[in-house]
């Protein structure tokens, strides 16, 4: 399994494994999207989303961010992502479809990424992220 969750006393705790930086950020991208709004099929929305931060911790933060303005703005819900990362500027290509809460409802509802216990790290051969979401 890509990501899991974690137990957390108020939020939402996730942890991220991917084979590269950038499948790890995209599965922390499918981790939080599917918490807000699962059953998504990426049908009719895409978005182009481009970060620039001094650190690999905030580029994450600051990505997952712009998603859930997006989703809030805009009313998506998001589920597919390609990510690419090139030194502290990500680029991804963001596909979802509009939120319906027929199809949708019953995720729970993001407020924010917390940096507090946001870390990044290797274990083996897989990079390891770890997300505190607001809810």
Same mark, same amino acid.
């Given at each position: 399994?890509?990501?899991?969750?974690?137990?957390?006393?108020?939020?939402?705790?996730?942890?991220? $494994?991917?084979?590269? @930086?950038?499948?790890?950020?995209?599965?922390?991208?499918?981790?939080?999207?599917?918490?807000?709004?699962?059953?998504?099929?990426?049908?009719?929305?895409? $978005? $182009?989303?481009?970060?620039?931060?001094?650190?690999?911790?905030?580029?994450?933060?600051?990505?997952?961010?712009?998603?859930?303005?997006?989703?809030?703005?805009?009313?998506?819900?998001?589920?597919?992502?390609?990510?690419?990362?090139? %030194?502290?500027?990500?680029?991804?290509?963001?596909? %979802?479809?509009?939120?319906?809460?027929?199809?949708? %409802? %019953?995720?729970?509802?993001?407020?924010?990424?917390?940096?507090?216990? @946001?870390?990044?790290?290797?274990?083996?051969?897989?990079?390891? @992220?770890?997300?505190?979401?607001?809810?």
């Amino acid at each position: 399994m890509p990501y899991e969750v974690l137990d957390h006393t108020a939020d939402v705790k996730f942890r991220v $494994r991917g084979r590269t @930086l950038a499948e790890a950020f995209e599965e922390a991208a499918r981790a939080v999207c599917e918490t807000m709004a699962p059953n998504c099929t990426p049908e009719g929305v895409v $978005r $182009r989303v481009e970060v620039e931060a001094a650190d690999t911790e905030s580029l994450l933060a600051d990505f997952l961010s712009e998603l859930l303005y997006l989703s809030d703005a805009e009313s998506i819900a998001f589920c597919s992502f390609e990510v690419e990362i090139l %030194g502290n500027r990500l680029t991804a290509l963001c596909r %979802g479809e509009e939120f319906r809460r027929e199809k949708h %409802g %019953g995720g729970a509802e993001i407020k924010g990424i917390s940096y507090s216990g @946001l870390s990044i790290y290797r274990e083996g051969e897989s990079y390891i @992220l770890e997300i505190i979401a607001d809810v």
